[in-house]
Structures are given as structure tokens and as C-alpha cells.
């Protein structure tokens, strides 16, 4: 059973300092993993989605690399902003599981001024 | 707008009573798909629409719980005699089955609150 987990569970940074984000996932047979925002009490923005061939998918300041060997996924955001504040929430796509989504619990952003 | 939308955005209602959630995917979207998060947790599969045909359902999704797809555009999901323990938001998604590689685009959620 693919298991999917984030840590830390949260985390505070000053602004402007870069936000790294883990993600890592027990079974390397993935579609792909997607990367989502959740403001609180709101629905999930996706932000990145990389295929299970890629290694990496930009977007503005967010970057997301993808080693699926050894199970893991990194989420950058460069020069962080209070705007930022927000939790980010991985997901794969599991071969083996069809087409839903199997999501970590989630890292709590909080970046101060 | 042109992204996933859910109505209501909030329900409370008493334990016993029944719940029906709806959800508009894309427009273009032939895959429709509903979660359940509880607070602090990532969202849960609850079950799958591909058109009008319910093709995955989670054990999560209990006999109280149903879905339908009737005409392959929007999406109910009504919980029957609810507990305290159906409270939650659930979530609904869509995706198109080519171009964006199964990219699921999530709606705002309704909130479910069981007193």
C-alpha cells in the first residue's frame, strides 16, 4: 500500500529566506505527484504536476524535482513572501491504484516579516 | 469562472439526518472524483466517476454513503443518517483523461459539520 509522507509537519521562516519542502512516498510505481496549496478552510490550488518521467517542473518561483528511485520529491519556493503562508500538501498517483491520489498529511507554512 | 465548483459551501445539520453535496467539474472534464479531509490530514479517496460510470469506491465510502453521476456532468454525494463522525469537508476534483497528463483541479469544498 502506497504511503505518502511529509516532514516536517510544519515550519516557520522569515521572509525572503527560500522554503524547502519534502515529500516521500513508499512505492516508486507512480503516474506522476502533484503538488498542491491549501488556505485554511479553502479548497487545494494544484501548483506543479511532475510526470513520473520527469525530474523536475518549474513554475514562477516554485521549483519541484522528482526522484522516484528513492521515493522522494522536493518543492522549492525561492524568496519566500507572507503570501506564502499556507499549507502544501503532496500527492501521487499510484500505478496500482487507478486514478486517485494518494496524499501526505501535509507541511504548515509560515513565513513572517 | 470556469473551475470546480461545490455548493453548499457550509452544511450543518443534526446526527440522523440526510446530506446531499453537489459538484461541477470542468467543463471539459470527464473525470470527477470525491474526497474526504478531516482537519489536519491530507484528503481521503471516497470515489471515481469516469463519464457517468462509477468505477472506484473506497471502503471509506460505507453503505450510508452514495454517489451519482447521471448524465456524466455534474456529481452528488448524499450521506445518509449522519454521525458525529461524518464531519469533515469533502472535496471534489475533475480532470480530463489527456493534455494535462490526469491533473486534478479541485473545487473549494463543503464543509459538513454533525452536531
Known amino acids: 500500500k502506497q504511503e505518502v509522507t511529509q516532514i516536517p509537519a510544519a515550519l516557520s521562516v522569515p521572509e525572503g529566506e527560500n522554503l524547502v519542502l519534502n515529500c516521500s512516498f513508499t512505492?516508486?510505481?507512480?503516474?506522476?505527484l502533484q503538488w498542491f496549496r491549501q488556505d485554511p478552510g479553502k479548497g487545494l490550488t494544484s501548483l506543479l504536476l511532475i510526470q513520473s518521467s520527469q525530474r523536475e517542473q518549474t513554475s514562477g518561483r516554485l521549483n519541484a524535482s522528482l526522484d522516484k528511485s528513492s521515493g522522494r520529491s522536493t518543492l522549492y519556493i525561492a524568496a519566500s513572501q507572507p503570501g506564502d503562508s499556507a499549507t502544501y500538501l503532496c500527492?501521487?498517483?499510484?500505478?496500482?491504484?487507478?486514478?486517485?491520489?494518494?496524499f501526505g498529511g501535509g507541511t504548515r507554512v509560515l513565513v513572517k516579516p | 469562472d470556469t473551475g470546480v465548483s461545490q455548493n453548499p459551501r457550509h452544511k450543518i445539520t443534526k446526527r440522523g439526518q440526510n446530506v446531499t453535496f453537489r459538484c461541477d467539474p470542468i467543463s471539459e472534464h470527464n473525470r470527477l472524483y470525491w474526497y474526504r479531509q478531516t482537519l489536519g490530514q491530507g484528503p481521503e479517496f471516497l470515489t471515481y466517476f469516469q463519464n457517468e460510470a462509477q468505477l472506484e469506491k473506497s471502503r471509506l465510502l460505507s453503505d450510508r454513503f452514495s454517489a451519482e453521476r447521471p448524465k456524466g456532468s455534474f456529481s452528488t454525494l448524499e450521506i445518509q443518517r449522519t454521525e458525529q463522525g461524518d464531519s469533515a469537508m469533502y472535496l471534489c476534483a475533475s480532470s480530463a483523461t489527456s493534455g494535462s497528463g490526469d491533473e486534478q483541479f479541485f473545487g473549494p469544498g463543503t464543509r459538513l459539520t454533525v452536531l
Open positions: 500527492a501521487v498517483r499510484p500505478i496500482a491504484a487507478g486514478n486517485k491520489l494518494t
Open positions: 512505492d516508486s510505481a507512480i503516474y506522476n
